[in-house]
């Protein structure tokens, strides 16, 4: 049995799911369990899981797989995709006027701006970032404000600025399903505290991986997808009614020479 620990988020369970029908085309049994960012991490820690999809490694989750590597080593496979954190704005807002974080302090901006930027938990690195933003940039003697929420809370008050035509901010990331549906363009961050891209990867406790033979451990390490293939699968999960693991398997039966290549090893 492995025990998988996934973020409970829609994307990180799309890209749990895919890791899963891979582990199972492999002949083990996967229990997948679901926490918030750093709690995850914990779970790794303390043994209670014994992998996590995905790690964002080095900006996001550098700082939690570093306490886990505090109690035990761990090592990273795969890349299934690039993350990077972003402010952003609808394409509708002109580029003209809004095209910098800095540009939010413009006084005809804020007459026009929805002063309220919605985030999601307080555990991920979007929001970490999003509160030292607000501080460093100004934007709370401003009079902007951020709260965090659910993924939902979050995504609905994107979906709502959108509908209404209305100007605003979302804290956001890639890849994430409103990328697949939406023009959002990133805002430019001259003080580069959104974080560096990261690279997404299977994280695994090194003491967890004695049940896997060199070749199955060179399958895992195999697994790329992408930005663009995670919001698609995101999407599925979201707008489609699909379950995680129906939007997985339905790529990956859409895309069986993907599959094919990472099971290349086993011969």
């Known amino acids: 049995m492995i ?3 996934v973020t409970d988020l829609s994307f990180h369970r799309a890209t749990a799911a895919v890791v899963s029908l891979v582990l199972q085309r492999m002949g083990f049994s996967v229990e997948r369990s679901y926490a918030l960012h750093e709690a995850n991490f914990e779970r790794l820690r303390e043994g209670s899981i014994d992998m ?9 989750h550098g700082m939690y797989k570093a306490r886990v590597e505090e ?10 995709y690039q993350p990077y954190a972003l402010w952003g704005v609808p394409d509708y807002v002109p580029a003209s006027e809004v ?3 800095e540009d939010l302090l413009k006084p005809r901006v804020q007459a026009r ?6 985030g999601i938990g307080p555990g991920a690195g979007i929001t970490r970032f999003s509160l030292r933003m607000m501080d460093d940039y100004g934007l709370a003697t401003a009079g902007y404000s951020f709260r965090t929420g659910t993924q939902e809370e979050c995504v ?4 709502a600025l959108v509908q209404a035509g209305e100007w605003g901010v979302v804290p956001l990331w890639h890849p994430q399903f409103l990328h697949f549906r939406h023009r959002i363009r990133d805002l430019k961050d001259p003080k580069g505290l959104l974080g560096s891209v990261d690279r997404a990867v299977l994280l695994a406790r090194v003491d967890r991986l004695g049940v896997f ?5 060179q399958v895992l390490d195999n697994v790329r997808l992408s930005n663009a293939i995670v919001a698609e699968l995101d999407y599925a999960i979201n707008r489609e009614g699909k379950s995680a693991d129906q939007a997985a398997a339905n790529w990956l039966d859409n895309n069986p020479q993907v599959l094919a290549a990472w099971l290349a090893p086993l011969g």
Do not use: N
């Open 113 to 118: 701006m929805h002063k309220l930027i919605q």
């Open 52 to 60: 996590i999809a995905s790690a964002w490694i080095p900006s996001s």
């Open 71 to 80: 109690q035990v080593a761990t090592r990273e496979m795969g890349l299934h």
């Open 3 to 5: 025990r998988l620990g």
């Open 213 to 217: 033979s060199t070749a199955q451990i």
């Open 99 to 101: 095209d910098s974080v």
């Open 156 to 159: 609905g008050a994107f979906e």
